[in-house]
């Protein structure tokens, strides 16, 4: 079965960083693209980022383009967002997530909490 397993959120002072990861298996991870979506508390989830199939294009949320970038390393079925100039508004769980199966539906991960406090 699909199985997407985020780690790396932690509590970090604004301007620092964070490396997320999110291994998945249960599928061919290499032919699908992927995406980071985040939840903050009282809010709806929202789109981050997403990532091609074979890494060649991306896109981000306007509010995370030039802070955060993510990638993925297809030999090991594992997609990455890297987090720099952390905000205090980019508190939230951050979860992974693939569009599989027919029909089409999306998987998620359990989430991964990010806190930016000083």
């Known amino acids: 079965q699909v199985q997407l397993v985020e780690s790396g959120g932690g509590l970090v002072q604004p301007g620092g960083s964070l490396r997320l990861s999110c291994a998945a298996s249960?599928?061919?991870?290499?032919?699908?693209?992927m995406g980071w979506h985040r939840q903050a508390p009282g809010k709806e989830r929202e789109w981050v980022a997403g990532?091609?199939?074979?890494?060649?294009?991306?896109n981000y949320a306007d509010s995370v383009k030039g802070r955060f970038t993510i990638s993925r390393d297809n030999a090991n079925n594992t997609v990455y967002l890297q987090m720099n100039s952390l905000k205090p508004d980019d508190t939230a769980v951050y979860y992974c997530?693939?569009?599989?199966?027919?029909?089409?539906?999306?998987?998620w991960g359990q989430g991964t909490q990010v806190t930016v406090s000083s």
């Open positions: 249960g599928f061919f991870f290499s032919i699908y693209a």
């Open positions: 990532i091609s199939s074979i890494g060649d294009s991306t």
């Open positions: 997530k693939v569009n599989f199966g027919v029909p089409l539906r999306p998987y």
